[in-house]
Nanobody, 123 residues
Framework: VQLQASGGGLVQAGGSLRLSCAASGRTFSNDHMGWFRQAPGKEREFVAAISPSSTSTYYADSVKGRFAISRDSAKNTVSLQMNTLKSEDTAVYYC?????????????????WGQGTLVTVSS
């Protein structure tokens, strides 16, 4: 099973980026998928998650109203549209899938992880 994240890069504060994550090796149509991030010197933190049918989305307070998570279950992909980016959004972003028992906001709940894509927001 592989999760391949892409779309990171350097952007000015106030700008936008769209991250994508393609899964292969198994289908995640019945699983929550999500995004976490880890800034330098900090612990990995929850960013957003989406339910299997896309009926429910969940966001960290710090990104609510600026980020939007979506998925295409037919293509086995999950995306994160990031708008009005701030310097504090600078981090390596990881896509994840396959929730085990536990909170979807807890990284230990997820079984599969992508390699991460770096987002740098310049102020």
């Amino acid at each position: 099973v592989q999760l391949q994240a892409s779309g990171g890069g350097l952007v000015q504060a106030g700008g936008s980026l769209r991250l994508s994550c393609a899964a292969s090796g198994r289908t995640f149509s019945n699983d929550h998928m999500g995004w976490f991030r880890q800034a330098p010197g900090k612990e990995r933190e929850f960013v957003a998650a989406i339910s299997p049918s896309s009926t429910s989305t969940y966001y960290a307070d710090s990104v609510k109203g600026r980020f939007a998570i979506s998925r295409d279950s037919a293509k086995n992909t999950v995306s994160l549209q990031m708008n009005t980016l701030k310097s504090e959004d600078t981090a390596v972003y990881y896509c994840t899938a396959g929730v085990r028992v536990g909170s979807i906001r807890n990284d230990k709940t997820y079984r599969y992880w992508g390699q991460g894509t770096l987002v740098t927001v310049s102020s």
